[in-house]
Nanobody, 116 residues
Framework: VQLQASGGGLVQAGGSLTLSCAAS????????TAWYRQGPGIQREWVAR???????FYADSVKGRFTIARDDAKNALYLQMNSLKPEDTGVYYC???????????WGLGTQVTVSS
């Protein structure tokens, strides 16, 4: 199983970025998927979740600004981030938990830096 996150970068506050997570060896439509982030000196925190059934959940800190989505044809997960704030800075990781087995898979992170 491989999850490859991409799309991070440097953006000014108020800007937007879209993160992508390409998956292989796992079917994302049959998995609970999520984005996490880890800021400087902060523990990794959950950002958004998308169930295999299509339900979405967001951390209060990103609600209304971030959107998690999945493209089943491409077997990819996305995180659209708008109105970015400096506190959104961190390494963003995608995660997938297959519905049928007790496993959890993580991709390498992608760095997001929001300047004030």
């Amino acid at each position: 199983v491989q999850l490859q996150a991409s799309g991070g970068g440097l953006v000014q506050a108020g800007g937007s970025l879209t993160l992508s997570c390409a998956a292989s060896g796992i079917i994302l439509s049959g998995s609970g998927t999520a984005w996490y982030r880890q800021g400087p000196g902060i523990q990794r925190e959950w950002v958004a979740r998308l169930t295999s059934g299509g339900s979405t959940f967001y951390a209060d800190s990103v609600k209304g600004r971030f959107t998690i989505a999945r493209d089943d044809a491409k077997n990819a997960l996305y995180l659209q981030m708008n109105s970015l704030k400096p506190e959104d800075t961190g390494v963003y990781y995608c995660n997938a938990d297959p519905d049928t087995i007790q496993s959890s898979y993580w991709g390498l992170g992608t760095q997001v830096t929001v300047s004030s």
